[in-house]
């Protein structure tokens, strides 16, 4: 039993090895067709720049996106909640609701 865990390990960590290679290769050809853009003059040095800025800035850290994910998870709850107790706390007198049944 112990023996399937251990390889269950050993598979995510490949799985997780993979993704990190793939990125990297990703990031690096991407590089590759932004330096010939360059040398054929498409691009100017500056728009490459500004390019790798954004790509950068857009990047979430791993901590933020799961903080943000629990966020809205707890949010979706809290207002779910309150749509099926808010009623149940409402008061309305007896009196109120023979009055308003007969009103029509």
Do not use: W
Request: glycine share 2%; aromatic share 4%.
């Amino acid at each position: 039993k112990s023996s399937r865990v251990i390889r269950m390990a050993r598979l995510v960590r490949l799985v997780k090895l993979y993704k990190v290679t793939s990125q990297r290769s990703r990031e690096k050809q991407q590089l590759d067709d932004l330096k010939k853009l360059v040398e054929l003059g498409h691009l100017n040095h500056d728009e490459v720049e500004e390019y790798l800025e954004k790509a950068n800035a857009q990047k979430q850290s791993k901590v933020g996106a799961e903080l943000s994910d629990i966020i809205t998870r707890r949010v979706i709850i809290v207002v779910l909640l309150m749509l099926c107790v808010v009623p149940l706390l409402t008061f309305t007198s007896p009196h109120d609701s023979e009055t308003e049944a007969t009103e029509f």
